[in-house]
């Protein structure tokens, strides 16, 4: 059973770059796409991007100009990089497998406040 | 974008009584080359990640409680709890992945009366 573990800084201050990684366990990288997913308080689910293990890529448009992903296929690890981040950046940020037999991570929770 | 509209935004439901969630897409997420509904539905119960419960709009995950079905085709689909349970009190998302970018409902809150 695949599981993901994520890990980032929680505490940003505005114009610097959120920076989040994702580990997978137990489970193949390679024939997926793996996605960033992220929740303001209260608020509904938005779709940042995905990242296969070749390090193909397709990000949300609101976000492009500000996103990077890429892929670690050895360590089975995905990363996901936000700079020039403001108070709307606000949300707890999601890795996740979104095929059949979704998987997700725990969440990490990043404030961006001076 | 495809803009997925989820109703209502919160539905109080007794227990053991059918709860019924609306999902309309501005769009088809009917895939024509295989036939199949690119729409899932997910459960996020507070302070949790979201889990899958349906995929190809009607096709339940495993180990999802036979209570939960999906249904629909095209722009229109509906999920149903067939009796609801006190584990079931979550927010319920549906969610396109016909094309990119991939997008979510707005979500319904389903609580108990």
């Known amino acids: 059973q695949v599981q993901l573990r994520q890990w980032g800084a929680g505490l940003l201050k505005p114009s610097e770059t959120l920076s989040l990684t994702c580990a997978v366990q137990?489970?193949?990288?390679?024939?997926?796409?793996w996605s960033w997913i992220r929740q303001p308080p209260g608020k509904g689910l938005e779709w940042i991007g995905e990242i296969n293990h070749s390090g193909y890529t397709k990000y949300n448009p609101s976000l492009k100009s500000r996103v990077t992903m890429s892929v670690d296929t050895s360590e089975k690890q995905f990363s996901l990089r936000l700079k020039s981040v403001t108070a709307a950046d606000t949300a707890v940020y999601y890795c996740a497998r979104l095929s059949s037999s979704s998987t997700w991570g725990q969440g990490t929770l990043v404030i961006v406040s001076s | 974008d495809i803009v997925m509209t989820q109703s209502p935004d919160s539905l109080p439901v007794s227990l053991g009584e059918r709860a019924t969630i609306n999902c309309t897409s501005s769009q088809s997420v009917l895939y024509s080359s295989n036939n199949k509904n690119h729409l899932a539905w997910y459960q996020q119960k507070s302070g949790q990640p979201p889990t899958l419960l349906i995929y190809w709009g009607s096709t339940r995950e495993s180990g999802v409680p036979d209570r939960f079905s999906g249904s629909g085709s095209g722009t229109d689909f509906t999920l149903t709890i067939s009796s609801l349970q006190a584990e079931d009190v979550a927010v319920y998302y549906c969610?396109?992945?016909?094309?990119?970018?991939?997008?979510f409902g707005g979500g319904t809150k389903v609580e108990i009366k």
């Open positions: 137990g489970g193949s990288f390679s024939g997926f796409y």
């Open positions: 969610h396109q992945y016909y094309n990119y970018p991939l997008t």
